[in-house]
């Protein structure tokens, strides 16, 4: 089936639609509600349908390679290892050691069907076990156990009556029916609905290709470890080896079970998973990011919540987004993102006032998030628009000139603070930035007479402030130095 792409992202896979505008969504380019999983066109504001999962979900037959590679961590691999060990220091134990695999084998159920139940709904990380989850799911296993049994009495009733062939006939469909009766176990946490043969060819019949072909899989999975297991027992009972050497070939046995296993329940899963429309299973959703990485050629937004903006500008119709912008600038107003995609969007527009005033209130963001440099750049780009700009946020100065002052922008910094005391005749800074601007004029500009009036400036009209002494002393060694 051909995959529908956003159209605004045509390398991803859609996940809504809009029938009124006949247009189709990727998660980048619409908000959603991640409670009622329910969304709105950003074009018209009409509800947006969702598109079947199977548009957006990697096929589990492209996902092979994943499957084999999903033991193979540190948890996963610790944990088998660990079963295996015990298994094989106990396998000479007679009794103790027949009750030891039994116990083992129940812990390593429990696992692998946590596995099953955690990928079905959409996590596609690995299980890491814990006392915790053992103690809150021991019932299913125990569930599953009991299908092995009623399987198993069933077989042998027919062959206590010699029914041979219908014994053989009724073993093959139990091997057909398993993995969907481990499924829905696991899923639906129910036994009559696992056991009953309408429910289990209905829940077949739903998705009966993939099903096909994910139980052609598993067959042949499991036929390739079950020949590598006999080659190991004829290797321990051909004679001539050690103890040692039957021990360590029964812990690579039992560490080969439990890693095909868990390849088997993760695969089951991941079908659970990509077909839960089809079998109507709730999922929290959460789609295979390494795939959508390896499809994306270009990230428009890394916030969500700019995803309506973005539609509207590759629209063209971009004083809808900044109208939206200055509604989420009403809520969020020091919101980074939002600031900087309004200033990028007026800034290329033709009100010129607007981007202004704008400008102002993004320099006091870029400030409060130490991105000093960048609201340094928007100064500079205002200057080009307009040569009498500065900064109504008189708070913004003292940060500015010592900035200018370490990247040698003697001139700015002076510019900049000149008529300080006029316009801002009260603020704490007017001191600070003086003196600064005087040691400018004096070090870096040798403009010594200017210098001397804004430090007599100061020490007339400032001699209750903390800094005094200090001018007082720069001013002797001015006199010296001169």
Request: proline residues 3%; neutral net charge; hydrophobic residues 45%.
């Amino acid at each position: 089936m051909a995959t529908t792409n956003c159209k605004y992202h045509p390398v991803i896979p859609a996940r809504w639609t809009c029938p009124e505008c006949e247009v189709h969504f990727c998660s980048d380019c619409i908000t959603t509600d991640s409670i009622k999983n329910k969304a709105h066109c950003p074009l018209c504001k009409k509800k947006a349908e969702q598109i079947r999962a199977t548009n957006f979900i990697v096929p589990f037959w492209n996902r092979i390679p994943q499957f084999f590679l999903y033991p193979a961590n540190i948890a996963s691999l610790l944990f088998i290892s660990l079963l295996a060990l015990l298994i094989t220091v106990t396998s000479l134990g007679g009794m103790f050691g027949k009750v030891t695999l039994m116990f083992c084998g129940f812990i390593f159920l429990r696992y692998a069907m946590a596995v099953l139940e955690k990928t079905s709904n959409g996590k596609l990380d690995s299980v890491d076990f814990s006392v915790d989850l053992l103690n809150h799911g021991f019932v299913l296993p125990i569930k599953q156990i009991l299908v092995f049994f009623l399987m198993y009495w069933i077989l042998k009733q027919e062959i206590q009556h010699f029914q041979f062939r219908l014994a053989e006939v009724t073993l093959y469909l139990f091997i057909f029916l398993l993995p969907a009766q481990i499924m829905i176990l696991v899923k639906e946490d129910s036994i009559i609905n696992s056991i009953n043969p309408l429910y289990l060819f209905l829940t077949i019949k739903s998705i009966l290709a993939p099903y096909l072909i994910m139980f052609a899989f598993l067959s042949l999975l499991y036929f390739s470890f079950t020949y590598v297991q006999k080659e190991m027992v004829l290797m321990m009972i051909s004679g001539g080896i050690s103890l040692y050497t039957i021990l360590g070939i029964i812990m690579i046995a039992t560490i080969v079970t439990f890693y095909t296993f868990l390849i088997m329940f993760n695969m089951m899963g991941y079908v659970a998973y990509q077909y839960h429309e089809e079998l109507n299973y709730e999922i929290s959703m959460h789609v295979d990011e390494k795939f959508e990485s390896h499809k994306r050629t270009k990230e428009v937004t890394h916030n969500p919540e700019l995803a309506e903006v973005e539609v509207f500008i590759m629209e063209g119709r971009v004083d809808e987004a900044i109208r939206e912008l200055k509604i989420k600038l009403s809520r969020q107003p020091e919101n980074l993102d939002f600031n900087t995609l309004c200033y990028n969007l007026l800034k290329e527009g033709g009100d010129k006032q607007a981007y202004l005033l704008h400008a102002q209130s993004y320099m006091n963001v870029l400030f409060k998030t130490g991105k000093k440099m960048r609201a340094s750049q928007i100064y500079h780009e205002i200057l080009a628009a307009n040569s009498e700009f500065k900064p109504l946020n008189a708070d913004l100065y003292l940060g500015f000139i010592e900035m200018w002052r370490s990247q040698m922008k003697f001139k700015e910094a002076v510019n900049l603070g000149a008529n300080f005391h006029k316009t801002h005749p009260q603020h704490p800074d007017l001191v600070k930035i003086y003196f600064l601007l005087a040691q400018i004029l004096c070090e870096n500009l040798n403009n010594d007479k200017s210098s001397q009036q804004i430090l007599d400036y100061l020490l007339a009209e400032h001699k209750q402030s903390e800094l005094y002494e200090q001018i007082n002393t720069y001013v002797q060694v001015m006199k010296k130095v001169s």
